[in-house]
């Protein structure tokens, strides 16, 4: 209930060292005052009080605290108190004053209070008060007595003529007092002196305590000014943990007292201190406190305990190197400067298993001489023993092998005094001598080796393991990426080390993930979930997640181990699985499951419905020949249940019995037999039967419009086949149609300004000519030329443009020639005007075609040149449809172009003269594409497309001509190109279209067309 600031922090702000007492022990100080006592916060409201002040106002403490004078007093007189408590807040000053007060029992006081401002460390201001009682009302009307008895006139003069002669005496007396005073203000004012002068720190209490005098010494030592100590309880500067040792002591004090205590200075920390307490009497004997001499002992007593210390240390630092010694695993042997034998331990004689004899000789050399035999190569260990005694500021570390098998380790560095030490030196300065360990590390070693054996095994496992084991940090990033996460995400190690979980979980899951980290970043142990991922290429799968906190001894969290199996096909499996139960259990047929044995075990509720059965567990009561008659279940025995145990299954028409009409009811049963899957023995039958009793009197109708169906459908799939082939040659030939638009009306835009240009270019070199000409006849003629001429001439390089000026004109010539061909190419491709079949020359429809393809058979820096090779035999005109056939060199050309970049990869203009054909049989130094035509029959002509790539498998040569088939990155193709190809070549011109190809040996592929064209074929070709 007290304020915490002004109980805990009474010093200044700045004092951070300053003793924090507790309230208990500060109630305790201010009960034992006398006085009345409180304090105020600067809202006026009473935050400490003591027993006296409670008791002198009538209200408990508990009552009190937080309140204010308005609450207990009337307005007019709170309006006083507040008036002059606020003046001592706002001035900063003490006020002290007498008045009357009358207490909660209506006693008059005659009281005298003081009023102190205070402030604590973070600026809060309290106003500090104290109350004395001077006169009782009682001891006043004593006084009124006194004065009331006097009523006789006699004994009034007689009384006036004592106080007369008594008023002389105290005259005379006072004047002998004034003079004694005067006396003893000099004693006091030379003992002050001597008292504030002294070199050693005196302090002068009282009977409680209360510091009454203090010495400047005594200031200095408690780190306070005289006038803070001056009416401060002693205790305060007593250690908290001798306070209650210094008050026993102060319950039985003599005259003259010694003892040692820590005292708390106001700033700083406690230190020792001798105390000596000298009684101090009045005249009367009576003793009024204790006067006291402190000296702070903490450089004797820290010398003190420095020497005690260092004893003790060296006492057991010989014990502690003893026991180290003899309890270390390791062989001790220590050898001074004169190769004697100081020190050793047992486990050194038990390595060794030198005698002990042996040993008490205490020379070195002999202890060397007898193991030398049990080593592998003494000779090495005996030249390392010497070379260490040679060069004594060195150490070493190295193994030793015995003949027995074992391996010690040894350990060999020099014993020299310590910095600062003053010990006796050896001849040798400050060598010593030398130490030596040995450690038996043959298990060590043989452990060592298992476990660099088990870390490759638990590498090998985590690579193999069909489990992607990934390990991620506190932050959740990937710090291992075994070989199963490389295949379930698609990821590699070097793509996933640093990432963190979002890039494998989708953003829908990412929440659910967060909550799981949550939990094993706590430790709330380990977590196992179906969470929904995502792959490289971006596919769902579903992965089952094992994640355990890696934790240290320590409980940190060091980071996360995960084990995630693929169990997409397991769900899918399970969601299959589920359908087939709904289909089950949804069916309309009879579905049924028996034991080997005939006993019925499942029936779905079509099933039930059908035999009239009213649920499940009834059937379970029937065994399988209660369905059927006794004439069918002797047909069921005898003939289907063995070949059922022959095939495993039988299907075809039977009977089954209604449980409530005793019917039979015709069904289309299919039955089975279901193996275990792990021993193969048969473990139950299933029946699938349906009422086929309205299906019998349709049967006949049925048979009937089968043969129908059955046709129409086959009409129907040859027609869609028909259709979706149609479909893909339109859209193909309609991307062609437009691709050739738009070629030929480029080629015509440009063709227009390129002819403009080249048409003027013949003109423009005649003008050219015709200028420089006269320009040279100026010159001839007027050789001399006014300077201004002279000037531009030079300014413009008039000869360095007579020269240049007609090589741009041939420049553009060249230029615009090359646009032209250009121009000519487009155009010979599109065959805008030969849509229909006639006779055309192919050659210019392999030419125009390479030429589009040029920016693709050119070098540059990161690919080779592509060489063509063209061996074009002499052929007539071919009729064909000369847009369409473009497209198909077009499509092999540019397969060709990737196949063969595929195979050479790309390069810089560094390694280009270096690379090769990356075909081993090829001829070729560089990448090649050889066009032949000839004519073999006289109405065929063939056109192979040759490519030193790096060839097709068997496999894809199957699917080669497929539409949508690629090999191809997703994006880079669509599979139309070679089906619409061959589409072209075979339906379109009557040929055929191959393909003759091994992996490493490149590609070849035939086209063979007719070269003149059966006019049913070319009709069935356009229909």
């Not at 008490?360 to 003494?378: H, Q």
């Not at 025995?637 to 015709?666: A, K, S, V």
């Not at 540019?894 to 196949?899: C, G, L, P």
């Not at 279209?993 to 070849?1004: M, R, T, V, Y």
Request: hydrophobic share 35%.
């Amino acid at each position: 209930m007290n304020h915490p600031r002004f109980l805990d922090n009474p010093g200044p702000k700045q004092n951070t060292q300053q003793q924090n007492f507790s309230p208990a022990f500060l109630h305790q100080i201010i009960n034992g005052i006398s006085d009345a006592v409180f304090v105020k916060d600067r809202q006026h409201r009473w935050v400490l009080l003591n027993d006296r002040y409670c008791d002198f106002v009538g209200h408990r403490r508990e009552e009190l605290i937080g309140k204010s004078d308005y609450d207990f007093f009337p307005q007019a007189e709170a309006d006083v108190f507040r008036e002059k408590d606020e003046l001592v807040f706002t001035a900063n000053i003490t006020n002290e004053n007498q008045q009357l007060f009358s207490d909660a029992q209506g006693i008059t006081h005659l009281i005298s209070t003081k009023k102190s401002c205070f402030e604590d460390e973070t600026g809060n201001k309290f106003l500090v008060g104290s109350i004395r009682d001077i006169i009782l009302q009682n001891d006043l009307g004593k006084i009124l007595d006194v004065s009331g008895r006097v009523t006789d006139l006699t004994e009034l003069i007689q009384t006036s003529e004592t106080h007369r002669k008594t008023l002389k005496e105290l005259r005379q007396q006072n004047e002998e007092l004034a003079i004694a005073c005067k006396t003893a203000e000099l004693e006091h004012q030379r003992y002050q002196d001597l008292f504030d002068l002294a070199p050693d720190a005196y302090l002068v209490i009282d009977l409680v305590g209360i510091i009454k005098e203090a010495n400047y010494v005594a200031a200095a030592l408690l780190s306070a000014r005289q006038k803070y100590l001056v009416g401060k309880p002693l205790i305060l500067f007593i250690a908290e943990s001798d306070r209650q040792t210094f008050i026993n002591q102060l319950a039985s004090l003599q005259q003259v007292q010694d003892w040692e205590v820590y005292l708390q200075p106001r700033r700083g920390t406690t230190f020792p201190a001798s105390i000596r307490m000298v009684a101090m009497y009045n005249s009367q004997g009576q003793q009024v406190g204790w006067r006291w001499l402190l000296c702070d002992i903490s450089e004797q007593q820290a010398a003190l305990r420095l020497r005690q210390q260092a004893e003790k240390d060296l006492h057991r630092i010989n014990a502690v190197l003893q026991a180290q010694q003899e309890a270390s695993i390791d062989g001790i042997l220590i050898i001074d400067e004169n190769l004697t034998v100081t020190s050793f331990n047992q486990k050194f004689s038990q390595l060794w298993q030198i005698p002990a004899a042996l040993i008490e000789t205490r020379d070195d050399r002999l202890l060397v001489g007898s193991v030398l035999d049990k080593l592998v190569n003494p000779d090495e260990f005996l030249a390392k023993v010497e070379y260490l005694y040679q060069h004594p500021d060195e150490s070493s570390h190295d193994e030793i092998f015995l003949k027995s098998g074992k391996i010690f380790e040894r350990y060999s560095a020099p014993v020299r005094k310590q910095q600062g030490a003053c010990d006796q030196i050896s001849p040798l300065g400050d060598y010593y001598g030398r130490i030596w360990y040995y450690r038996d590390i043959t298990e060590y070693k043989q452990a060592d080796a298992q476990l660099r054996a088990s870390k490759q095994r638990l590498a090998l496992l985590i690579e193999q393991t069909p489990l992607a084991i990934i390990e991620w940090n506190t932050n959740f990033e990937v710090q291992t990426w075994n070989r199963a996460a490389e295949r379930i995400f698609g990821y590699t190690t070097q793509e996933m080390l640093g990432n963190r979980f979002e890039i494998i979980v989708p953003e829908n899951a990412r929440k659910h993930v967060n909550e799981i980290i949550t939990a094993l970043l706590t430790q709330s142990g380990g977590s196992f979930s179906v969470n929904e991922n995502v792959t490289k290429d971006g596919r769902r799968i579903v992965g089952e997640w094992y994640n355990n906190p890696l934790v240290a001894p320590d409980g940190q969290v060091l980071g996360i181990a995960s084990m995630v199996l693929d169990i997409t096909e397991r769900k899918r499996a399970e969601e299959e699985q589920q359908k087939f139960v709904a289909l089950v259990e949804n069916s309309s047929d009879f579905i049924g499951i028996s034991s080997m044995e005939g006993q019925v075990l499942y029936v779905n509720p079509a099933g039930l419905k059908m035999v009239g059965l009213s649920s499940l567990e009834a059937a379970k009561t029937k065994p399988v020949v209660d369905f059927h008659s006794p004439e069918a279940f002797a047909e069921f025995q005898q003939q289907i249940i063995p070949l059922m145990l022959e095939y495993g299954f039988w299907q075809g028409e039977f009977r089954h019995r209604h449980f409530q009409t005793g019917i039979e009811i015709p069904t289309d049963c299919s039955l089975f037999i279901v193996k275990h899957p792990e021993t193969g023995e048969p473990f139950c039958r299933v029946a699938v039967v349906r009422d086929i009793t309205e299906r019998k009197q349709a049967k006949e109708a049925l048979l009937k419009s089968e043969a129908q169906l059955r046709q129409q459908a086959q009409e129907l799939k040859v027609t869609l086949r028909e259709l979706q082939r149609t479909q893909t040659h339109l859209i193909q030939s309609e991307k062609m149609s437009s691709l050739g638009q738009l070629v030929a009306g480029v080629a015509h835009e440009i063709n227009n300004p390129v002819n403009f240009i080249y048409g003027n270019l013949s003109p423009a070199k005649e003008y050219t000519q015709d200028l420089l000409s006269l320009l040279q006849l100026y010159q001839s003629h007027y050789p001399q030329p006014v300077l201004e001429i002279q000037d531009f001439a030079e300014q413009i390089e008039l000869d360095f443009l007579k020269s240049d000026f007609p090589q741009i004109i041939n420049s553009m010539k060249v230029g615009a020639d090359r646009i032209r061909e250009i121009v000519l190419s487009l155009r010979t491709f599109s065959r805008l005007d030969e849509a229909e079949m006639k006779a055309v020359d192919i050659h210019e429809g392999i030419d125009s075609t390479l030429m589009i393809l040029q920016s693709r058979l050119k070098g540059n820096d990161q690919r080779l040149t592509i060489e063509i090779i063209k061996e074009y035999g002499k052929l007539p005109l071919v009729e064909c449809y000369a847009g369409e056939l473009n497209q198909v060199f077009m499509n092999i050309l540019s397969n060709a172009i990737d196949a063969l970049q595929e195979g050479l990869g790309t390069g810089d203009k560094g390694d280009k003269e270096n690379k090769q054909c990356p075909m081993p049989n090829s001829q070729c130094p560089i990448p090649t594409i050889c066009i032949r035509t000839q004519l073999q029959q006289p109405n065929q002509v063939t056109i192979r497309i040759t490519d030193n790539g790096l060839g097709i498998s068997e496999d894809v040569k199957k699917q080669l001509f497929n539409p949508f088939f690629t090999t191809k990155p997703i994006g880079q193709g669509t599979g139309m190109g070679l089906a619409i190809s061959y589409q072209i070549i075979t339906e379109r011109h009557g040929g055929c279209l191959e393909c003759i190809s091994q992996p490493g040996q490149g590609a070849d592929f035939v086209i063979k067309i007719p070269l003149i064209q059966d006019t049913s074929t070319s009709e069935l070709g356009i229909s």
